[in-house]
C-alpha cells in the first residue's frame, strides 16, 4: 500500500509506502492509552494541554473518529494476518496451531476413555488462538456463529467433554457429547467510554456458544481432518516447540 502527498500548506511530503501492520500498531496503541494514560490521551486533542478542565465536545469528537477509523482499518487488516481465502486460513492454521489441535484432541480423547474428571490448561499467544480457530472454522463442524470477535487479553477458547449417564430409549451406556465456546477476553467495544476502577482494567467476557452439544465421535472426526497435513521439517519451525500443559484434576462432573 503506498500513499502520495504534496505540498500542502507550504509544507511537502515525500511519497513513501504503507505498512499495513501498523494499523494494528495505531490501533493497540490507542486502547492501551485509553485504559492506562486516558488524561494524556484526551490531552493531546486539547489545544490547552488539558489545563482547560474536561475535553472539548469537538475535541472529544475527532479522538472517537479517530479511534473509529483506527478500528474499521483494524477490523479489516488483522484477519487478513491469518489468512485470506479458506485455503489459506486452513494452511497457516496448520502450520502454527496443528500441534495444539493435536493436544487437545489427545486430551477428549484421554478424557473419554479414562472416565476420570480435569481440566487441561494451554497457555499460548493470541494468534495461536486465532489460527487455532480457524482450524476449528475449516474443520467442516456446524458452528452456530462462524464470525469471529476482536481477540483480546485473556481471550480464550474451550473444548468440553460432556458425560451423560443412561441414554434415551432405557438405554444405560453412557453418551459423550462436545461443546466449544470462545471468550473475546477483556475487549470494550466502546474503549474511550468504558467506566474504569483504580486497576484500570477491563472485565474478561463470558465465553459465547461456537458450537451446541455434538456427538464426541463427530467432533474427534472432523478436528482429526488436518491431521493429515503434516508439515515439513521447515515449516514446523514456524510452529510453537515449547507448547506446555497443566492438567488440574477436579472433583464433579456437570451432567447435560
Known amino acids: 500500500m503506498s500513499l502520495g502527498f504534496s505540498e500542502n500548506a507550504g509544507r511537502s511530503y515525500l511519497k513513501e509506502k504503507f505498512d499495513p501492520s501498523r494499523v494494528s500498531e495505531l490501533y493497540d496503541t490507542l486502547k492501551y492509552c485509553a485504559l492506562h494514560h486516558r488524561t494524556f490521551l484526551f490531552a493531546i486533542f486539547d489545544e490547552s494541554g488539558g489545563s482547560g478542565g474536561e475535553l472539548g465536545a469537538s475535541k472529544n469528537r475527532t479522538l472517537h473518529e479517530l479511534y473509529g477509523r483506527a478500528k474499521a482499518l483494524f477490523d479489516l487488516v488483522a484477519p487478513q494476518e491469518y489468512g485470506i481465502e ?3 486460513k486452513e494452511e497457516i492454521g496448520v502450520l502454527t ?6 493436544n487437545v484432541v489427545h486430551d477428549l480423547e484421554e478424557a473419554r476413555n479414562t472416565g ?3 481440566l487441561t490448561l494451554y497457555f499460548t499467544k493470541e494468534s495461536h488462538i486465532h489460527t487455532l480457530v480457524n482450524l476449528v472454522l475449516q474443520s ?3 458452528i452456530a456463529n462462524p464470525r469471529i470477535p476482536e481477540l483480546d487479553y485473556a481471550s480464550h477458547i474451550t473444548f468440553e467433554l460432556y458425560e451423560r449417564m443412561g441414554g434415551r430409549g432405557g438405554r444405560t451406556d453412557k453418551e459423550y457429547s462436545i461443546r466449544l465456546a470462545l471468550s473475546e477476553g477483556a475487549h470494550s467495544s466502546n474503549v474511550l467510554d468504558s467506566a474504569l476502577d483504580a486497576r484500570h482494567s477491563l472485565n474478561v467476557k463470558q465465553r459465547r456458544k461456537l458450537t451446541q452439544h455434538l456427538p464426541y465421535n463427530l467432533v474427534i472426526e472432523k478436528l482429526s481432518k488436518h491431521f493429515h497435513r503434516v508439515p ?3 515449516e514446523l519451525l514456524l510452529a510453537d516447540p515449547n507448547a506446555e500443559s497443566i492438567v488440574v484434576p477436579l ?3 456437570a451432567e447435560v
Open 251 to 253: 472433583v464433579g462432573v
Open 97 to 102: 496451531s496443528l500441534p495444539l489441535l493435536r
Open 232 to 234: 515439513n521439517d521447515e
Open 140 to 142: 467442516g463442524l456446524p
Open 116 to 118: 476420570e474428571c480435569s
Open 86 to 88: 479458506p485455503a489459506e
